[in-house]
């Protein structure tokens, strides 16, 4: 029974050993002195040496850097009697290379229930630890990175705010000077209406209405820009619509003459569209003088009410513009780049020097005007 008892207990002592030479965690047996007793071969391989060269050293040969920071953990187990579980400490290994470790030590009683020494469980954790410390300086970097945004965001709404403040300061601005020009242009057609401006003879009274017609087209310009509050362009359709409206309303017949608009969602620059505007007063005005005499029945000839069209629209990179009355028609040897008259002139110089427009007349069924220019 004795033998027995020996080879169970040399069996278990070799099962135990087996089992402590597997682990492929670092185990450590160490005395209450710092001393390495023992040590498993996956400790002796991960520090670099062989077993034999670790067993019987002190901490303090090994582990120069940490051996006193091991020791301080060693004895505060050793003196309460109680483990203590996950320890992260730094390890440099024989060849100077520097591992992160996370360790377990228990304490290892004696047969008197003595403590004289620990055990140590150890796992390198080299890898993960690396990769928190990237963690966290990615982690930092974004952070700065966000200050960094934040601050440029914050940088940007003040700017915005500024340019939101300084651009509603010129809009303002801008409707204050577009509605004086519109005043001023108003008080001029006022001055032409006073007597004594011009002779009292119909000529005279012609000639005021003409001028006056073209101050009411450059403010209604600037009323239209006004009302819209958009300063960069105007808008075509409201502005022609308004403005034929406006003249046709100035000269009474003895017959109704009809005008139609069609411009819309055409935009032009304060540019190009206060020289439409003068060329489509002049041409209406023209219309509304001369194309429908009481002599000419637009019913019998035409077959449709005595009518003034005037159309604006975009087509390949162009601008045409066309004002057409379906009248009694131009003379045959009438030429309007050569006419005499100054509302003619006018139509010319202004879209040739203006608005650089080609010019196209049609005078089948009445009187058509094309003005083509670029955008």
């Not at 990237?134 to 934040?150: A, G, K, M, P, V």
């Not at 601005?173 to 209406?193: G, M, P, Y």
């Not at 005499?293 to 162009?318: L, Y």
């Amino acid at each position: 029974m004795r033998k027995h008892a020996e080879e169970e207990v040399y069996r278990l002592s070799e099962d135990r050993k087996t089992l402590i030479d597997n682990v492929p965690a670092m185990i450590w047996y160490k005395d209450t002195c710092n001393n390495f007793i023992r040590v498993n071969p996956a400790g002796a391989r991960t520090y670099g040496m062989p077993v034999g060269a670790v067993e019987g050293k002190s901490a303090y040969d090994l582990f120069p850097e940490d051996a006193k920071d091991y020791y301080r953990d060693d004895l505060e187990v050793i003196s309460s009697g109680k483990p203590k579980f996950g320890i992260i400490q730094p390890m440099k290994t024989s060849s100077g290379k520097n591992l992160w470790i996370r360790t377990d030590k228990i304490p290892l009683k004696g047969k008197n229930g003595t403590i004289n020494g620990v055990l140590v469980f150890a796992v390198d954790i080299t890898d993960i630890k690396l990769a928190e410390e990237e963690l966290i300086s990615r982690s930092n970097q974004i952070h700065e990175s966000n200050i960094e945004l934040t601050a440029a965001g914050d940088e940007l709404r003040e700017k915005e705010m500024k340019l939101t403040a300084s651009l509603e300061e010129k809009e303002a601005l801008l409707a204050e000077v577009h509605h004086r020009v519109k005043n001023n242009l108003a008080a001029f057609i006022s001055l032409l209406s006073l007597e004594g401006t011009y002779e009292d003879t119909p000529a005279g009274d012609q000639l005021k209405k003409d001028l006056q017609n073209r101050a009411r087209s450059m403010a209604l310009i600037h009323e239209t820009l006004y009302m819209t509050r958009n300063f960069s362009s105007v808008d075509m359709g409201v502005y022609l619509k308004t403005l034929a409206e406006q003249v046709a309303a100035t000269y009474s017949s003895e017959r109704s003459i009809r005008t139609i608009v069609q411009s819309e969602g055409i935009t032009l620059d304060l540019a190009r569209a206060t020289p439409c505007g003068l060329i489509v007063n002049e041409l209406i005005t023209n219309s509304m003088k001369y194309a429908f005499p009481a002599s000419f029945d637009c019913a019998a000839v035409r077959h449709d009410p005595c009518t003034i069209r005037v159309s604006m629209t975009k087509t390949a990179g162009m601008n045409e513009l066309i004002i057409r009355d379906n009248g009694i028609g131009l003379p045959p040897d009438f030429d309007p780049k050569t006419a005499k008259s100054l509302g003619l002139k006018l139509v010319n110089f202004l879209a040739k020097h203006q608005l650089r427009a080609k010019i196209g007349i049609e005078t089948h069924d009445g009187t058509e005007f094309v003005f083509r220019f670029e955008e």
